[in-house]
Structures are given as structure tokens and as C-alpha cells.
């Protein structure tokens, strides 16, 4: 008799995994990970006593709830209560989003490339991606995402700045975008690298979303704050899209340790602009370096760097990862670089000028 396997939905079909940012080697002189956009300081100063006070009750369930957490939220961006909901990351909270409103025969638009979460999320609904290509600035091209509305589309993602060209749509276009999109279509504006802005003619989600009940903001303790290995994120948006976020929670999806440690880092508001200040400094140092060496590369809003490599993306990151530092190659395209330690920097600079020489 021949045994058959458990019956899976046919959607999770041809699904690309998630690529996580390549480790960086061990037991090497020396090696970097500038692949997965991680902050390089440890957390802030202390969120690792709060942390390990937390680990005390490891027994007990989280608070289901994350009421400290909600409420400091609230207060910070001054929003009603009723309007936060806090996840498993603000990938959870995307994928979410996407279970909230989309299924099979609906659409989701975003702009590609972009986050590569978008395309598994959509199709693990078993909802249809209508990918828009980015300008040829490598910008969103709000216009044509616009277009692209159907009767089917339920939810479009805005990533702002864009993962991975590091890239920004500003407030008149987003603004001239939000009025075309219809009503009862969701917009979520994926804000995960909002602190290093520094553009005041890009939008802060949190303005767009308080008169517009089909704006959704995503945020993050993974990227300004280091919190990446905690898992949490939160979303500002009015009611049903909030009270979804909160019936379509993994229950206890947050631990206490990862809320206890948010709410620190929210209270360490003047180191966290520290050190963000010291990476966006060095995000201009390293931008006119590669401009120096005749790269050209887009204005860089996040933590991180694109370089447009075509065909010689892979070479590029094998070469890296033999000087001792991990970059993210996505293959035919380009290369996205992380803004890391000053050393780390140094290092993928020199081989940038290297490998741009014999172009
Ligand atoms: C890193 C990132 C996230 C956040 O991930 P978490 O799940 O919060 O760690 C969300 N959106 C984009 C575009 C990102 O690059």
C-alpha cells in the first residue's frame, strides 16, 4: 500500500523561501554581515537588564495584550489606543494584513523589486501579486501602481523606504497616490526604516494615516532599535483594520521579553538618536565614497546601499564575502549592502573600488 502525504493547500505551490541574510563566515580573520540589515550596536543601554529581568518569569505566558507596550505607543505617536496592535515582527503584521483582506481572486500590488516578503505572503493567502517595477531611479511608480487598481485589488503595500533600493516616495506623490486609491482598498505604508530619514519632504506615515481610514503604518523594533532577534512590530491604523490585526494575532505571539525591551527602547529615545545619527553619517560617508569611485547609486534613505549590478551581482558578492564581508545579492539585479561597523564599511568600499576598476 502505498502511503499518501498530508494533503496541502495547492497555494503553497512553487512558494519561494524566505531567504534570510547570509551568516557571516565563522572561524575567518575576519567577517562581517552586512546582508540582513541588522543594526551593528547592541541594544540600548538597559534594555539587557530588562531583558534578563524578564527572563526571570520565562514560565509564565506573555501579557496577551501587550497593554505597557500599547500604551506607550499610544502616548509617543498620540493615537487612540483602539488604533495600535503590536506582532510578531512587522513581517507577522504584513502577512497579517495580506489573511485580513485577500484571497484567493484578489490582488495585492506592490512595487518589485521591494521586500521580498511581499510575494510569499500574498501567495500563502493564495491571493495573485500584481508586482509594479520601480521607476528607472529605482523609485516606486506610484502612478502606474494606481493604474493598476482592479475590482480585485484588497490591499497595496507602500515600502517607504524601499527595501532594497533604499529609495523614498515623497509627501505630494504619496498624497496625490492615497486620493486615487479607493476607500475600501487597503494601502499599508511599510515603514521599517523610518528613523533614518533624513528628507523632509518624505512623509511620517503616522500624519497620512489619521484622516485616511485605508492606511495602515507598519513599524519596527528590528532595524533603529536592534531588536531584531526580539520579534516585534507594531501597526497604527483606525478601526476594523486595527481589530483585524488583533483577531488575526498568533496568541501570546510576543513574548515579555520582547515587550518589556521595546517599551525600554522607546524610553531611550536620545541614545537611539545617537546612534542613528553616527549610521546615517556613515551612510553619507560610504554613498560619496562609491559616487568618488563612479558608481552610480540612488539617494539612500534607510541603512543600507544599492548597487545595481546586473549581470555581475553575484560576482560582486563572492568577491565581498572573500574580503570578509557578507552583502545580500539578489541575482541579475543588484547588490543591497547594510551599513554596518565603520571596519566592515571599509572593507566593502575597498572592494567596491577594486571590483569597479575592472569593470
Ligand atoms: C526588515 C523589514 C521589515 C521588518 O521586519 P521585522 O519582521 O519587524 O523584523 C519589514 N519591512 C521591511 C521592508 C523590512 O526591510
Not at 562609491?290 to 546586473?310: E, K, M, S, Y
Not at 545579492?329 to 572593507?347: D, K, L, M, S, Y
Amino acid at each position: 500500500m502505498t502511503e499518501k502525504s498530508p494533503k496541502l493547500r495547492a497555494a503553497l505551490d512553487g512558494i519561494p523561501t524566505y531567504k534570510p541574510g547570509k551568516p557571516a563566515a565563522t572561524g575567518g580573520p575576519l567577517a562581517f554581515k552586512l546582508s540582513s540589515n541588522e543594526n551593528p550596536y547592541p541594544p540600548l543601554a538597559g534594555v539587557l537588564e530588562t531583558v534578563a529581568d524578564a527572563a526571570a518569569s520565562l514560565n509564565r505566558y506573555p501579557d496577551l495584550a501587550c497593554t505597557a507596550l500599547i500604551a506607550e505607543l499610544a502616548e509617543r505617536f498620540e493615537v487612540p489606543l483602539e488604533h495600535l496592535a503590536t506582532g510578531t515582527g512587522s513581517v507577522g503584521m504584513a502577512q497579517q494584513l495580506v489573511q485580513s483582506t485577500a484571497g484567493p481572486g484578489d490582488e495585492v500590488i506592490y512595487a518589485w523589486r521591494s521586500f521580498e516578503a511581499y510575494p510569499i505572503i500574498t501567495q500563502i493567502a493564495g491571493a495573485t501579486s500584481v508586482q509594479v517595477p520601480l521607476t528607472d531611479d529605482e523609485v516606486h511608480d506610484l502612478d502606474a501602481m494606481a493604474d493598476a487598481i482592479t475590482d480585485r485589488t484588497r490591499l497595496i503595500f507602500v515600502c517607504n523606504p524601499n527595501n532594497p533600493t533604499s529609495t523614498v516616495v515623497r509627501r505630494a506623490e504619496l498624497e496625490r497616490f492615497l486620493d486615487r486609491v479607493p476607500s475600501d482598498v487597503l494601502v499599508v505604508l511599510d515603514e521599517a526604516y523610518v528613523e533614518f530619514i533624513r528628507d523632509e519632504r518624505v512623509p511620517n506615515g503616522v500624519d497620512l494615516y489619521r484622516d485616511r481610514p485605508n492606511v495602515c503604518v507598519l513599524r519596527t523594533f528590528s532595524k533603529a532599535y536592534g531588536l531584531a532577534g526580539l520579534r516585534v512590530g507594531f501597526a497604527i491604523a483606525h478601526e476594523p483594520v486595527a481589530a483585524a490585526l488583533r483577531k488575526t494575532a498568533v496568541p501570546f505571539g510576543v513574548s515579555q521579553l520582547a515587550q518589556d525591551a521595546a517599551v525600554a527602547s522607546l524610553r531611550s529615545e536620545d541614545a537611539l538618536r545617537e546612534r542613528v545619527d553616527a549610521l546615517v553619517t556613515e551612510r553619507g560617508r560610504v554613498w560619496e565614497a562609491l559616487a568618488a569611485q563612479g558608481w552610480t547609486i540612488p539617494d539612500c534613505r534607510a541603512n543600507f546601499v544599492w548597487l545595481r549590478l546586473g549581470e555581475r551581482t553575484l560576482d560582486f558578492a563572492a568577491v565581498c564575502e572573500a574580503a570578509g564581508v557578507v552583502v545580500r545579492p539578489f541575482a541579475g539585479e543588484g547588490v543591497r549592502v547594510t551599513i554596518g561597523e565603520r571596519e566592515a564599511n571599509e572593507i566593502f568600499l575597498r572592494t567596491a573600488e577594486a571590483f569597479r576598476k575592472e569593470l
